[in-house]
């Protein structure tokens, strides 16, 4: 069985990520709400269906992503982002 591979690369995230950290003054973290800004900071292509996600820039690099708990396995691969947070809907 092939294992799946994320669809952006690590670099690409990263490379996002730093993208809305450097534009931070005095904030300490960005807080990206909606689907579509979280996929784009997280890389994680969730299925939404009216799910709420959530990923959080920290400008120390403790980035954490707040999903529902049955997408754990998928942000495993997906996603860099390693400090996972889920809930149960």
Known sequence: MKIASPIFTAEEICRR???????L???DCFIALSFHNSYYLSGLP???W???????L???????LIIPE???GAA?????ITAIHTYRD
Not at 50 to 56: C, D, H, K, V
Not at 58 to 64: A, I, N, P, S
Not at 76 to 80: G, K, R, T, V
């Open 17 to 23: 990520q730093s993208a809305v950290i450097n534009k």
């Open 25 to 27: 003054n005095e904030e």
């Open 46 to 48: 969730m299925l939404q």
């Open 50 to 56: 009216g799910r709420f996600a959530a990923t959080i």
């Open 58 to 64: 920290f400008k120390d690099g403790r980035h954490v």
């Open 70 to 72: 049955f997408e754990t």
């Open 76 to 80: 495993a691969i997906e996603s860099p």
